[in-house]
């Protein structure tokens, strides 16, 4: 069985930085997709940011504030949030598009998310 689990979140004043962390766990798998998602108090869930072999994409809210990267050999995931706004605020999940060894199928996990709040 694959988790995965986001670490990093905090409260941050309007302007500060954070970096969360995502480490996918596990034996016999690959993972192709990591990304990560956000959820703001009554609104729905939004992806943020997306990284596989060779493409990156941002939300465009984010874009030339917020960083994704990943180190294969670690199975991690990481998102380094720059200039941030209150409007950031929400609880950031941790997606991989995981795949064991043995099967020929492509499974989303979700992590249990991380709390980030900007103060203004």
């Known amino acids: 069985q694959v988790q995965v689990v986001e670490s990093g979140g905090g409260l941050v004043q309007a302007g500060g930085s954070l970096r969360l962390s995502c480490i996918a766990s596990?034996?016999?798998?690959?993972?192709?997709?990591m990304g990560w998602y956000r959820q703001a108090p009554g609104k729905q869930r939004e992806s943020v940011a997306a990284?596989?072999?060779?493409?990156?994409n941002y939300a465009d809210s984010v874009k030339g504030r917020f960083t994704i990267s990943r180190d294969n050999g670690k199975n991690m995931l990481y998102l380094q949030m720059n200039s941030l706004k209150p409007e950031d605020t929400g609880v950031y999940y941790c997606?991989?598009?995981?795949?064991?060894?043995?099967?020929?199928?492509?499974?989303?996990?979700w992590g249990q998310g991380t709390q980030v709040t900007v103060s203004s």
């Open positions: 596990g034996s016999g798998f690959s993972i192709n997709v």
């Open positions: 990284i596989s072999d060779g493409s990156v």
């Open positions: 997606k991989c598009k995981v795949r064991r060894w043995s099967s020929s199928f492509w499974n989303d996990v």
